[in-house]
């Protein structure tokens, strides 16, 4: 999982929530945050999207890690961070082994 993947991910689902929203998603890049750019994208949103984008990269985001920021007062994140943070704590999604009886 790289930088690229990461990115393409994160910026996809974020096209596909504003999408399912009804609301525009204007361009993003490296230093846009998301949460300050897209409408009615809050911290209501924000665990579906973390959800999704780990469905996408068939990794596991621990529930305690705010890829968007904003917790406890934090500044909010762009998606540069977002995807720093997404490669530093996100972990492959264990494959179920079918066990031959």
């Excluded at 009615?40 to 999207?49: G, M």
């Excluded at 780990?54 to 961070?81: S, Y």
């Amino acid at each position: 999982m790289d930088e690229f993947q990461v990115t393409n991910a994160l910026v996809g689902v974020l096209k596909k929530i504003q999408a399912i929203a009804g609301q525009p998603c204007p361009p993003l890049d490296g230093g846009s945050v998301p949460p300050d750019l897209l409408p009615k994208f809050d911290s209501t949103v924000w665990p579906a999207a973390a959800t999704m984008v780990a469905r996408v990269l068939k990794v596991t985001i621990p529930n305690d890690v705010h890829i968007f920021g904003g917790e406890k007062g934090r500044p909010l994140l762009t998606i540069n961070q977002t995807v720093a943070l997404i490669i530093k704590k996100a972990t492959p999604k264990k494959t179920e082994e079918k066990v031959a009886a």
